[in-house]
């Protein structure tokens, strides 16, 4: 299957999902939030249990913590950059020479900085999930319930 079927599959499933426009996108949107928390390879699970807590969709938890997956790299070292500066600490290495796998060995300090600012780094685009999921699908459930 070529990625435009893909895509073009993904979509045709997501419009499908089925319940309350703000259950929808309160998966779809902390399915993303998870994805910029350092909890590779635990997101799916996570965002599965965000889910239930807060009453939303598991279904689009699932999809928006696999939508999101591909700029990970991306947001674990902003998550470790913005959780150093706000929790005062010093950055021990070279940022130039950063990688993943350097951050995941060392230790407790940077761990809690990533997670600190991941959380925050999360929020903005977990919301905009929320808002474009929720818009998306009020336009459907609109159409849906309109008599032709």
């Keep these: 299957m070529s990625p435009k079927e893909n895509i073009r599959q993904a ?3 997501f419009k ?3 319940g309350d426009p703000h259950n ?3 998966g779809m949107g902390l399915g993303i939030f998870v994805c910029a928390t350092p ?3 635990f ?3 996570l965002a599965i249990a ?3 807590i807060f009453r939303g969709a598991k ?3 699932i999809i928006g913590s696999w939508l999101a997956a591909p700029v990970i790299p991306f947001f674990y070292i902003g998550s470790y950059k913005l959780g150093t500066f706000i929790l005062g600490y010093s950055i021990p290495i070279a940022l130039d020479s950063l990688s993943i796998s350097k951050l995941m060995n060392m230790g407790w300090s940077v761990a809690f900085s990533m997670i600190t600012g991941g959380t925050i780094i999360g929020l903005v685009p977990g919301i905009a999930g929320y808002l474009i999921t929720y818009t998306i699908f009020k336009k459907i459930r609109s159409r849906m319930s309109r008599p032709e």
């Design 43 to 45: 997101q799916t699970f």
């Design 11 to 13: 979509i045709t499933r």
């Design 50 to 52: 965000l889910a239930f």
């Design 24 to 26: 929808i996108a309160m």
């Design 39 to 41: 909890t590779f390879p």
């Design 16 to 18: 499908q999902l089925q």
């Design 59 to 61: 279904a689009a938890a």
